[in-house]
């Protein structure tokens, strides 16, 4: 007698949410504040994309909350190591599958990495397999008033793209913006994108005591989860007018390089990022696109310094963006640094600590190494597994030997 089959459930027209922003924006921020005006019996999912191998924004997310995910009824997956979109459509259908299967939600959000290309992910999420199973809302980007007032922001592709392909733009950290600069920006803004709207969000400087003004903030983000997409619709006219054929391009997902244990550099797990019972403490680092990351998971047990941890994080070269969730001398610490902003808080204990660094690499350093190995006729090491990664001056094994010493 054959077996029973499985009875196959059927999503239609859950409302999901892209939340986009460059690296550092504060998209984080804005998915919390998200967060508080769920309803008390609302199911929702949010799915995060990290651009490295470190769950660490699910772990912020969850310590931020006044109660445990779970009975905010908040399912939380993580999809680390690279771009959901740059790959293929596998990773992106995957994961959002086994959230809408295995959690059955009533909203779903969508979090990318700050180093994401929105416009393939909306062309992806705009794909007619996803039409009836998801109903996309606004694409909400947060844009952060800091990093636009430096020209390498400003005029940075992928920082302008993020705008371009926006129906709203939540617009933070501009309390030191004069009105001159305001203006500035919202021209700025319109010559990229003349149909987005502007969301002017809750100022940090603001004092706490101004509800109207919060309450006013968040009512307006409530909106925005219910506001349909004119960028998504604008994505599947092009579709229909301009049909293009099926193709089947099944890529592997990105294992350039696995997490490596400190303790034995030659071990290593292929599902590092994903394993909870892994040989700690590790660090792992790699080469994506421009940038250098590195990351490290610690024993719970392993309590660091919190002031000298501070100091040699920001000692690290050209970072631009640093974060964990930390056991430190002054209790469990979240780390969220960008080069405009510090912000450390406390949290409740954690299964382990966890950091992530993403560097900047020196292109001048690159191409004069790159031109030397040419000159003697030497492959470019950025693409042999053999040599050395060219990478920005910097020992990942004396950062290892620092950050233990660092253990009281």
């Not at 071990?267 to 994903?274: G, M, R, Y």
């Amino acid at each position: 007698m054959s077996a029973p089959l499985k009875k196959t459930t059927v999503f239609q027209n859950i409302p999901c949410t892209l939340v986009t922003g460059f690296l550092g924006a504060g998209k984080t921020t804005v998915i919390n504040q998200l967060l508080t005006i769920k309803p008390a019996d609302a199911r929702w999912a949010l799915l995060i994309n990290e651009f490295g191998r470190i769950g660490i924004d699910g772990a912020l997310l969850a310590s931020s909350q006044d109660r445990t995910i779970e009975q905010n009824d908040i399912a939380i997956r993580e999809v680390s190591g690279g771009c959901i979109c740059c790959t293929s459509q596998l990773p992106l259908q995957i994961a959002i599958s086994r959230l809408l299967s295995d959690h059955h939600p009533q909203r779903l959000l969508i979090e990318p990495t700050g180093l994401a290309h929105p416009g393939e992910l909306i062309r992806q999420l705009g794909a007619p397999h996803w039409q009836t199973a998801l109903k996309m809302q606004a694409v909400i980007t947060v844009l952060s008033g800091m990093q636009w007032q430096q020209d390498k922001y400003r005029n940075h592709e992928g920082f302008q793209a993020h705008v371009r392909d926006a129906d709203v733009l939540v617009v933070n950290r501009y309390a030191q913006l004069s009105s001159s600069e305001k203006h500035a920006l919202q021209q700025w803004i319109a010559k990229l994108n003349s149909q987005v709207d502007i969301i002017w969000a809750v100022s940090e400087q603001i004092p706490s005591d101004t509800t109207n003004t919060s309450n006013a903030y968040l009512a307006a983000l409530n909106t925005q989860l219910s506001a349909p997409s004119h960028i998504l619709a604008q994505q599947r006219t092009v579709n229909i007018s301009r049909p293009q054929r099926p193709s089947v391009s099944l890529q592997p997902l990105n294992t350039a390089l696995s997490p490596t244990s400190l303790l034995n550099p030659s071990q290593a797990n292929d599902d590092a990022e994903t394993s909870s019972d892994l040989e700690q403490p590790y660090r792992y680092h790699e080469k994506q696109q421009d940038l250098q990351l590195a990351g490290w998971r610690l024993p719970a047990q392993y309590v660091l310094q919190a002031e000298d941890l501070q100091e040699w994080l920001l000692t690290l070269p050209n970072w631009q963006r640093i974060k964990g969730v930390v056991h430190t001398s002054d209790g469990w610490l979240q780390i969220n640094f960008t080069p405009d902003s510090l912000t450390t808080s406390t949290i409740s204990p954690q299964v382990d600590s966890r950091l992530e660094v993403i560097l900047q690499l020196d292109d001048s350093d690159n191409h004069a190494s790159n031109t030397a190995l040419e000159n003697e006729g030497i492959e470019n090491t950025l693409t042999s597994p053999t040599l050395p990664e060219l990478s920005p001056s910097i020992d990942w094994e004396a950062c290892d030997r620092e950050l233990m010493a660092l253990v009281i």
